[in-house]
């Protein structure tokens, strides 16, 4: 769990890093690159520890990618509704369900 946890934060952090500026036109784009740097840092600050947590725990690197992937995708898509004020389309929705099957298979004993 503690390492899902991180990987939450982390993924707070990354989406952030990554699309903040896009409401932001007038930034200039050496500014918005240096200010997600910046952000970015702390997403690294928890991801490469929570991935060795998961790997030090019994995940492999396959489990780990997928899980993370499932929670980039949950992460972003609050931000897009919330922050970008984009609609969640029900094919979104889809398309997350058949990744939610890829994570059944990925951990699937």
Known sequence: MKTISMLVVSNIFM??????????????IW????????????????TVPANRLGFASGWNGFQLKI???????????????????????????????FILGAVYFAFKK
Request: proline content about 2%.
């Open 15 to 28: 989406t952030f890093a990554w699309y903040w500026h896009l409401k932001d036109k007038g930034i200039p």
């Open 67 to 97: 899980i993370q992937e499932v929670i980039t995708l949950i992460v972003f898509s609050f931000f897009a509704v919330f922050y970008l004020k984009e609609a969640l389309h029900w094919k979104y929705l889809v398309s997350f369900a």
């Open 31 to 46: 500014k918005a690159i240096v200010i997600s740097w910046g952000i970015a840092f702390f997403e690294y600050c928890l």
